[in-house]
């Protein structure tokens, strides 16, 4: 029986051995694991910094875009605004012209019929003097007879 125990425990021990072996293999392939796990996570986390610095960037840029945006849609209310008033100003201006048109017709109006006075006072005149030159070459022969 002596024999069958030291096989027994033979045996029992080439399997611990197998088993130990087994266990090593394992925890090794666990190791690796681990190592490639860590691998992993640290690819992850300079993935998740970068991605992070990216949003920082992202949202400085967009406070930036912001804040243009703000300055650009004052800037455009000023231009309105300025406009609005050169509008204005063009009505008026058209208006002062339409009165200036409508005086510069008046002063024309006024030139012409002082142009038609001139020509019958002229008429008048050159007929008037014909007849005193009629009077003066006549009167003294009137007074002759």
């Not at 063009?90 to 012409?112: G, K, N, S």
Request: with cysteine; aromatic share 2%; glycine share 2%.
């Amino acid at each position: 029986m002596k024999n069958t125990d030291a096989g027994d425990c033979a045996y029992a021990a080439a399997q611990h051995e197998g088993d130990a072996a087994e266990s090593a293999d394992q925890a090794a392939l666990h190791e690796i694991e681990a190592a490639a796990a860590a691998r992993r996570a640290a690819e992850h986390e300079r993935e998740t910094k970068l991605l992070l610095e990216e949003t920082q960037t992202n949202e400085l840029e967009i406070h930036h875009v912001r804040q243009e945006a703000v300055q650009v849609l004052v800037e455009t209310q000023a231009l309105e605004e300025e406009a609005r008033q050169l509008v204005v100003e063009t009505r008026t201006h058209e208006q002062q012209a339409q009165y200036l048109v409508a005086q510069a017709r008046l002063h024309e109006r006024e030139a012409q019929r002082l142009l038609e006075l001139a020509e019958v006072h002229e008429r008048e005149a050159a007929s008037g003097s014909a007849t005193a030159l009629g009077d003066v070459i006549t009167t003294p022969m009137r007074q002759v007879w």
